[in-house]
């Protein structure tokens, strides 16, 4: 059973859709890559299914129910990784993930044992009394990427995560992800790192203009752009190029 | 825009629009009825103090401190900005016509004060037989000059020095000027000049060291900066300011209102909440300010009417200004997207608010039974301020 379907989701902004019949499902123990030019559509998409705007048509569903049906199961189904991290300036560290623990209804062992364990594998545990302010931009990101997994749900929605994350970081992140996999859960994760992208993900989502412009393995992107040898880059450039060309035609 | 000055005019322009747009907010805004109320219970306070103040009374005295400390305080108004360390470098040469009109500017803009405490004074000065209308005249004079030399001379320092130890410098500021209104007070008009010359020779000495230096950008940009932050968090009590970081402070002594995370099924908007309120700056202070003029109020107004009118209006002010602060902005937090059935927030900061606004209460309480003894002045305004603030917290909450 698919853990998100998006069907045939047109939505926007304004009455101007940016979004145009959208569709895509993300099956269990999937990381699935949504990577696409910038204006593409990817933080619309992410916007649409985390709840925070309503599709103009089309629905999407969480764990087999819509927003509308039930806020709080479609809601505690995922958690989301913002691409600028949005911290609260008046929390400190250990009071973000009390925070989290809370809204999620954690207990206090279960939030005791996975704080430790996050806490450890991002190098913050000397920093569990320290206010937003002191920290770097990566260690917002390691705070924020913390609350995520805390709340172990069966999908991760997380926006471009790599930008600001020393390598240490990242290899954390990607072992994080590679856990939860194994544990059942699903991922969908918007990034410009196409190496990372490719290397990691089991499927790749590519927007263009607002549209599935392909999808699928590796191997079905390289049949879709008939490029049979190419790497992610490769297909992103020549994907890039077409539009020059459609442009200059 | 090559032009110096040019350059100021056009920043000029961008400044008062700045600065009327949040003016018109602080005018209108619940903070000045409880200013005009202050002011009118204050005058009246001081007003009749002053048909009894006795003859020995050391007005001339107090008046020159307080004088003094207003000519010493005040920082330029540079509208320098980030960019200009880069911009302006090669320019430093054509900088003088551009600092020339700032210094104009912060002279005209900090005469006000100095003059308005004086105003203040005049009375005082009169009632104790100090002053003489001529001499009411020659002190105002004497304060226009002296702040002129001074806005001068705080800019030399500051060049002179790259800003380091600017409080030595209004030290000796403060005791000139405070010396030299008391001369002119004390009837001693040959010792006028005497001071004078004094402060005309720190005045040249600052002003030899400082042309010895290149500009310090640094300095001036840190404080035009610090400035305007200030103004924006004066005028963020009144209306949204966009882009205002709010400081916030961990208030480790207030730890004992935080109550620590409540695990299973809660809401944690209160504990979201609750910290929001005591460590944003902004939020804190203004509950402290409040509520310490309504205490005020109520030890310095003699009128159990008048009080209760007054506590109530603060107890309005306080609730009103708490719930929109908690409730600001449309921008994204990590709590919207909190696995809830319905809104939590809502009530949650109803709950916060009303729990300080018992404490605003208590204190009220405490010093309406110190000042009037067990009477019904205490019950009466806690009651107000608790009614009050529990029908503005539930009138505010639509949106």
Redesign the interface.
């Known amino acids: 059973m698919a853990i998100l379907e998006v069907n045939e989701v047109t939505g926007g902004y304004t009455r101007k859709p940016v979004l145009h019949g959208l569709t895509f499902e993300i099956g269990k123990n999937e990381l699935v890559g949504l990577i696409g030019l910038n204006g593409a559509g990817k933080s619309t998409t992410i916007k649409h299914i985390i709840g925070l705007m309503n599709p103009h048509q089309g629905e999407i569903k969480i764990g087999g129910v819509t927003f509308s049906e039930s806020p709080e199961a479609y809601r505690k189904a995922f958690s989301y990784i913002p691409e600028t991290p949005i911290l609260y300036e008046e929390l400190t560290l250990r009071e973000h993930l009390e925070l989290t623990a809370m809204a999620y209804g954690l207990d206090k062992d279960v939030f005791e044992a996975r704080s430790a364990a996050l806490l450890k594998e991002f190098m913050m545990e000397k920093r569990l009394n320290w206010f937003p302010s002191h920290f770097s931009k990566g260690m917002r990101q390691k705070v924020m990427i913390m609350c995520a997994f805390l709340v172990e749900p069966s999908l991760y929605i997380i926006d471009e995560p790599f930008v600001g994350l020393d390598p240490i970081g990242i290899r954390s992140l990607l072992e994080q992800i590679e856990e939860r996999k194994a544990n059942g859960a699903s991922v969908l994760m918007s990034t410009h790192v196409l190496p990372t992208a490719e290397k990691y993900c089991d499927r790749i989502i590519v927007l263009h203009e607002g549209k599935v412009r392909a999808q699928g393995t590796m191997d079905d992107l390289r049949k879709a752009f008939n490029r049979p040898k190419a790497t992610l880059d490769e297909l992103y450039i020549s994907m890039t190029e077409e539009r020059d060309y459609e442009q200059h035609a | 825009m090559n032009n110096m000055r040019e350059i100021w005019g056009s920043r000029f322009g961008h400044y008062m629009t700045e600065l009327q747009k949040y003016m018109k907010f602080v005018f209108t805004g619940h903070l000045a009825i409880v200013m005009l109320f202050t002011i009118g219970a204050g005058g009246y306070a001081y007003s009749e103090w002053l048909k009894e103040v006795p003859a020995t009374f050391p007005a001339a005295l107090l008046t020159a401190v307080i004088i003094g400390l207003a000519l010493a305080i005040g920082t330029p108004v540079t509208l320098l900005k980030p960019a200009d360390i880069v911009f302006f470098l090669p320019m430093e040469g054509k900088l003088k016509g551009y600092l020339n009109r700032s210094l104009r500017y912060s002279f005209i803009s900090q005469l006000p004060l100095p003059f308005l405490l004086f105003i203040v004074a005049a009375p005082l000065l009169a009632a104790t037989a100090i002053a003489e209308k001529p001499q009411i005249y020659l002190t105002a004079f004497v304060i226009l000059l002296v702040k002129w030399l001074y806005v001068d001379i705080d800019y030399h320092y500051r060049h002179a020095n790259d800003g380091h130890g600017i409080w030595k410098d209004r030290m000796v500021r403060f005791v000139l000027g405070a010396v030299i209104i008391y001369v002119t007070l004390a009837s001693n008009p040959l010792f006028i000049p005497a001071v004078g010359a004094v402060i005309v020779i720190y005045y040249l000495y600052w002003k030899k060291r400082s042309n010895e230096k290149p500009f310090p950008y640094e300095h001036f940009i840190m404080l035009e900066q610090n400035r305007m932050m200030r103004f924006y968090r004066f005028a963020n009590y009144f209306t949204d300011v966009p882009h205002l ?2 400081s ?1 402070s ?1 208030r480790a002594w207030l730890g004992f209102l935080m109550r620590p ?8 908007q209160r ?2 909440l609750t ?2 309120l005591i ?2 700056d902004d939020n804190f202070w203004l509950w402290v300010r409040l509520t310490a003029l309504s205490v005020l109020g109520i030890a310095l107004i003699p009128f159990p009417f008048v009080i209760y009118i007054f506590s109530g209006a603060l107890a309005f002010a306080t609730s009103i200004q708490l719930v929109y602060a908690l409730r600001a902005g449309n921008d ?10 319905k809104d939590t927030r809502a009530p949650a900061i109803r709950k916060t608010v009303s729990a300080f606004q018992l404490v605003q209460a208590a204190a009220v309480f405490v010093t309406a039974v110190i000042v009037t003894g067990i009477s019904v002045t205490p019950i009466i305004v806690t009651a107000v301020v608790i009614v009050v603030s529990e029908i503005t917290i539930r009138f505010s909450d639509k949106k």
């Open positions: 970081k709010g916030v961990r995370a409540k695990f299973g099924l809660t809401t944690p504990f979201l910290r929001t460590r944003t994204f937090r990590m709590d919207n997207l909190f696995p809830e059935a």
